[in-house]
């Protein structure tokens, strides 16, 4: 059968992060976020890198929107640091943050590209943790809903595309379960799942609030999604990647697309002696949010593999390989659930993160027959050393990858699935939270030190560049 390809008006991008591009942490009456915070304690960084400067996105962004033009992007998908609108996340508003994203903003517009814009990429103002906990206090609720609705008035008519949360899965799990990102919490299982409802509360008000002001615009929220294998055709096998997928992925996938917790988790909760605190009108709010969301965002990168995992079996939440060596991921897992041994059918990368492209199908076929909704792939690409030789920069590997993936994400559209968007992770080489500059995913390269916050910055646009400029030209048929 032939193939359709993608539709007409297909949104080639890619994307990035505030904290993790744009440097100026405490310019122009910028405030402090969880993160500039978090990388000054020792330890929590490789080498204790920051995004003190970053890639200097901040003063250089007319440079990359440049870069980005060059190749036809037709969407930029950024977010918005909520402490330099709000530097104390509540309170005064700061004009020269507003500034800076009308200034990206229309720098895009001016090259005929559409701004994708994240409200809450990870960055929370310090401020909000001192005055009551942040995301632990329901008062985040309403302070996270008032910026939202000032970044929707100042830029709704120019943005259409809005992402409210990036990967909340991530982020509190890491924030509250794995103690790596902050506010640094292990294994606060009642106060992850608080958290998450603040969240999603936040999200809900969010999307309401949006379609009230602009009801052409789209709104959704992006899920890290790794779908999962069964590792054998065990019973016990199947039931746990259930356990698995209901714990780890539709907990959140369905709060936005149905507003309400699946009831295996609630039931699960019940057992462990969590109880989420409520507003009796949240399950309502949930509900009208769900209804309005246009998208599914999805940053797809791995795969999971699940087995079964008994009473006594493996007790530990984090694999994360920080140190770009192969094989040095230990296996995860919940005794009397589930854990999650390696793949021996998938090439790992240095981060021992599985490659398979034909998982981003799977994760397009399973939200589509779950939830029924467009799919934007927020974020895809590969992290790995990058050398530049004779000041260029061949990376095949990344052209691989992508290409291997944009393929199987075309037979997902041939197959029925609505897909809008697929944005690159990342336009510009970025600060990796955890992993300093030495994990690269950029199109273009920044010569930066990759420990220190040193080194000249300079653009240089790699291999992958050129050859995803002629995939974006042939709407993706030139792969
Ligand atoms: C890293 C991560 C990030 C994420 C992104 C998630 O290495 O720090 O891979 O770059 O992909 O921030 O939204």
């Known amino acids: 059968k032939e193939s359709k390809g993608f539709p007409e008006d ?132 309403d302070d996270f809903v008032n910026y939202a609705k000032v970044c929707f008035s100042h830029y709704g008519d120019r943005v259409k595309h809005w992402i409210i949360m990036n990967e909340q899965n991530v982020f509190t799990s890491h924030g509250w379960m794995l103690g790596t990102h902050p506010p640094g919490k292990i294994n606060d299982l009642k106060m992850f799942y608080q958290v998450n409802h603040h969240v999603f509360m936040a999200h809900a008000y969010s999307v309401l609030a949006l379609k009230e002001m602009y009801d052409d615009a789209l709104v959704g929220s992006s899920f890290a999604f790794s779908p999962s294998y069964a590792l054998t055709n065990k019973p016990e096998d199947a039931l746990s990647k259930q356990d698995y997928d209901t714990l780890q992925s539709y907990y959140w996938m369905d709060v936005y697309a149905y507003g309400r917790y699946p009831r295996a988790a609630l039931s699960y909760l019940e057992s462990l002696n969590v109880k989420i605190e409520m507003e009796p009108w949240d399950e309502d709010i949930l509900k009208r949010s769900a209804l309005l969301i246009d998208f599914m965002g999805v940053n797809y990168y791995q795969t999971t593999t699940v087995a079964y995992n008994p009473p006594q079996g493996v007790n530990n939440l984090n694999g994360e390989n920080n140190s770009g060596k192969k094989g040095t991921k230990a296996v995860t897992g919940i005794p009397g659930l589930y854990m999650n041994p390696s793949n021996d059918f998938l090439d790992k990368t240095d981060w021992d993160w599985a490659i398979d492209p034909s998982g981003l199908r799977f994760a397009c076929r399973d939200i589509t027959s779950r939830y029924d909704l467009p799919i934007i792939i927020s974020e895809n690409g590969l992290g790995a050393f990058d050398k530049i030789e004779d000041g260029k920069i061949h990376d095949p590997y990344r052209v691989d990858y992508l290409r291997e993936h944009i393929k199987e994400l075309k037979k997902a559209c041939d197959e029925g699935c609505r897909i809008l968007s697929y944005c690159v992770w990342s336009f510009t080489d970025v600060l990796s939270w955890l992993n300093g500059y030495q994990k690269r995913y950029g199109l273009v390269y920044v010569d930066r030190d990759e420990e220190e916050n040193s080194g000249t910055l300079k653009r240089i646009p790699k291999y992958s560049y050129y050859w995803y400029k002629k995939v974006i030209e042939s709407n993706g048929e030139n792969l």
């Open 10 to 141: 297909f949104l080639w991008g890619a994307a990035s992060a505030a904290y993790q591009v744009e440097g100026a942490y405490d310019e122009d009456g910028k405030g402090l976020s969880s993160w500039d915070a978090f990388v000054k304690i020792p330890g929590k960084t490789f080498k204790g890198t920051t995004g003190d400067v970053a890639v200097d996105h901040y003063h250089r962004y007319k440079e990359d929107v440049k870069l980005m033009a060059y190749i036809g992007l037709k969407t930029y998908r950024f977010s918005i640091s909520w402490s330099r609108i709000f530097p104390e996340g509540n309170g005064k508003l700061n004009e020269k943050g507003l500034q800076f994203y009308d200034d990206l903003i229309n720098e895009c517009i001016k090259y005929k590209i559409k701004p994708m814009v994240t409200l809450y990429h990870w960055d929370m103002p310090q401020s909000l943790i001192d005055q009551y906990g942040g995301w632990e206090s329901r008062q985040s609720v």
